[in-house]
């Protein structure tokens, strides 16, 4: 599904210096990635990727000046650190080598998860693990780079992060319109995070949310069929 279209940027899109570092050139999950993507290509595009479905490009945060992508054998499979200017992202050798069959894909959809945790808002470090892992996946599966694993389940918890929420989320954008998880993100940048957000956005608060969205995976619905106008409520909708 490609991204929503955007407005035409009053300034460019402000991307990062971008540098790689290579600790082990004799190990095979190097040469599957070399020979699967271009390093610079590939993280330009998982920058582009979060810019696209988390700003426009007068929001778009403009501190962090450098990436560097750290190719290392570890275990696990990648992990992003940094400051606000200057980020870092380790990717596993190893599960690069464990990858090798769809080794593209799953190296683009690596990449773009963790790009977004270079730049997304977190509610000034109060956001919930799961809803944060979640809207990096978010973006990953609207760049149609979700594995062939994913699937979309309901349970207890919507937080459960992942894929699991990102199935949430892109059931709401889908209900509530384009750019509706950009404006989630946009209200985590100066705010501890609250739940509240969710009815401020949809009209709903998320526990709704959430039995409904499970409700339609029990009854096989679509987003186009689940609405009736009882069913809808304006965002201004105050809390009872």
Known sequence: MPPAPLPP??????????HLRIDDLEHEGCDILLGAINPKTALREAVLASFNWLYTPDTVPRTVSQILLVLRPMDGVAFTFGTQSH???HF?????????????DEIMGVLVHEVVHCYQHNGLDTC????VEGIADFVRLHEGLAPPHWKKTGGDKWDAGYDKTAYFLDWIENRYGDGTIRELNGWMKDKEYDHQVFKELTGRPVHKLWTIYCKSLENGETTDNIDTPED?????????
């Open 9 to 18: 940027p009053s300034q460019p899109w402000p991307l990062p210096q971008l």
């Open 87 to 89: 980020k870092e992202i």
């Open 92 to 104: 596993s050798l190893d599960y690069i080598k464990r990858s090798a069959k769809r080794a593209r």
């Open 128 to 131: 919930p693990g799961g809803l």
């Open 232 to 240: 809808t409520y304006p965002i201004s909708t105050p809390s009872p």
